[in-house]
């Protein structure tokens, strides 16, 4: 049976309260960036990444020049490049249009629950995907929103442990992925983030933190699919 918009709306359900609790954490820390409850809402509309909105208000919070912000931001956000290129393959017999909807609103954990679905031979498609991310996009924003809203109840959103919140959702989600899989395929990915944890550490001594990032999850990438050609 194909799968349905209304399928991949139901399949975002389970991720929606990372999404509401990471954007109501976002729209908070946005208005205590001194963003209005408008550029906040903005942030999440045409920015649309969790770690990007987090960067965004603190590098504006200390007067960061903008080309640096848009240079920070890149870097964080190049990771979007690795997820869509290993979830076009699924979806290459669909239009460009399609496709173009499917990666502009691809996020993490969008891109987890597909990942999981192919891997159990589920056959995704794009109508499926287009409901799976839409109601991400649609929840994100409401949840900034919203936190935006709150923003003026919170004068310091740390105090409350929000600028966490980022962090924990994705150990949550390291979490979910851990507990579905195989003890072989485990031991593929703690290997993978064990290269990764050594590389970065290595690299921050070189070059900034930013680009060592980047630099370490590339090569963890690398390594994951030579593994991935070789079990």
């Known amino acids: 049976m194909s799968l349905t918009f209304k399928n991949g709306v139901i399949d975002c359900v389970p991720t929606l309260l990372g999404y509401i609790g ?5 729209g908070v820390i946005g208005r205590a960036s001194n963003l209005s409850i408008l550029e906040v809402t903005l942030l999440a509309i045409i920015v649309y990444a969790g770690a990007a909105q987090f960067i965004i208000a603190g590098l ?12 920070t931001v890149f870097l ?3 990771r979007h490049f690795l997820m869509g290129m290993a979830t076009a393959p699924y979806f290459k017999k669909f239009s460009m249009l399609n496709n173009l909807g499917i990666g502009s609103l691809l996020t993490d954990e969008t891109f987890a629950v597909t990942m999981t679905a192919v891997a159990k031979k589920v056959p995704v ?28 109840w919170f004068p310091d959103p740390r105090q409350f442990g929000l600028d966490y919140a980022l962090v924990a959702m994705f150990i949550g ?3 979910l ?12 990915m703690l290997l993978v983030m064990l290269t990764v944890s050594v590389l970065l550490i290595f690299l921050m001594k070189f070059v900034s933190a930013e680009l060592a990032l980047l630099i370490a999850t590339l090569l963890g990438c690398l390594l994951g ?6 079990k």
């Open 22 to 26: 990471i954007g109501i954490a976002a």
């Open 60 to 71: 504006m919070l200390i007067a960061t020049p903008v080309s640096a912000i848009i240079f």
């Open 76 to 78: 964080v956000n190049s």
């Open 125 to 152: 498609n794009a109508q499926w995907m287009h409901g799976l991310n839409l109601t991400a996009y649609l929840a994100w924003i409401l949840s900034c929103l919203l936190g935006a809203v709150m923003g003026n």
């Open 173 to 175: 989600l390291l979490y």
């Open 177 to 188: 992925q851990l507990i579905g899989d195989t003890s072989k395929t485990k031991r593929h």
């Open 225 to 230: 699919v030579v593994i991935e050609k070789w």
